[in-house]
């Protein structure tokens, strides 16, 4: 990926977007009430903050310094109100960082990561590449996710779903997700971190090329340089066959898998969208397994959709 967009380094674009979701009150400067001619903080504030001279701040926003100290980035990102995501993202893309990175070795599923998979049973299981490629999932990972799509489309690079595409550009995706805006969000976030992790990946930038095209969501929210963090998410989801259920999405890195990982997908014990994703794996077995097991899926469902004259259960609110 070409390390400058329209002049400015990606280094550059961050802190300038950074920079301009900020006003004067929120970091203890006065606010004079004089009109500005951009929004946020000037770079002369910044720069103050920080603790570095303004020519200094201005060679690194404009892309003619790439390579400021650790020193210089923690005062900088504090100085930003930066969270942990967004701080490491800074680091990330210093000239330093660049200087490490080594060729990637092309993603594949070994026998380890498979093991894994399987280590947990009947949960939903979605193994996705750096570029959000999804590698390979389980049975029920399948069934939760992408139904509509053939089981065995991760098996090749020609056919290989991609979780941003199907987020932005698959229609039964979008309505999979009740707040479907902070999915999307989400999807951007992890996007815009792994270009700062692999910024040299024509496959990665291609793909943003092509959303940003497609997607007019997607080209807004690229824009704003926003980071998210790899890690857990809770989200309603609205299934065609299980109706709505909430879930923990856990994003688990593989060890030495070179930024592939595991999403895992949980609901709480006891809860109508754990018998919810009960009744989906219940749909997903043989027969002969269906009669052996011990509830059935009348019983299931009936937990998981309780009759209009049952008592209604208080489902928590999902937090933003």
Do not use: C
Request: overall charge positive; charged content about 25%; glycine content about 6%.
């Amino acid at each position: 990926m070409d390390e400058t967009t329209h002049g400015k380094s990606l280094l550059g674009e961050f802190l300038s977007t950074r920079r301009a979701g900020l006003k004067p009150a929120d970091v203890g400067l006065p606010d004079y009430g004089d009109r500005r001619r951009v929004p946020g903080l000037r770079r002369e504030e910044l720069a103050q903050l920080a603790g570095v001279s303004v020519a200094y701040y201005i060679r690194l926003e404009q892309g003619l310094s790439l390579n400021a100290s650790p020193q210089v980035l923690d005062a900088l990102a504090t100085a930003l109100r930066l969270d942990g995501a967004e701080r490491h993202h800074l680091h990330t893309l210093s000239g330093d960082a660049r200087q490490r990175r080594r060729r990637l070795p092309a993603e594949r599923v070994t026998a380890a990561v498979r093991q894994l998979v399987d280590a947990f049973g009947d949960s939903p299981v979605v193994v996705v590449g750096r570029r959000s490629d999804i590698l390979t999932w389980n049975r029920a990972g399948h069934a939760l996710f992408a139904g509509h799509l053939a089981p065995d489309s991760p098996d090749q690079a020609a056919t290989r779903p991609n979780t941003a595409r199907l987020v932005f550009l698959d229609a039964h995706t979008r309505d999979l997700y009740v707040d479907w805006p902070r999915k999307a969000r989400d999807v951007v976030g992890k996007l815009r971190q792994a270009v700062g992790e692999y910024p040299d990946d024509p496959h990665l930038a291609s793909l943003i090329g092509e959303l940003t095209m497609r997607s007019p969501q997607f080209a807004t929210l690229w824009a704003e340089h926003r980071v998210r963090a790899w890690d857990m998410a809770e989200y309603r989801m609205r299934h065609p066959m299980v109706g709505e259920l909430d879930v923990l999405q856990h994003s688990l890195p593989v060890p030495r898998g070179q930024g592939i990982r595991l999403v895992v997908t949980t609901a709480a014990p006891g809860s109508a969208a754990q018998a919810a994703l009960q009744l989906l794996n219940q749909t997903l077995q043989p027969a002969a397994d269906m009669s052996a097991t011990t509830r059935s899926a009348t019983d299931l469902s009936a937990t998981a959709h309780p009759a209009a004259d049952a008592p209604a259960r208080a489902v928590p609110p999902v937090r933003s």
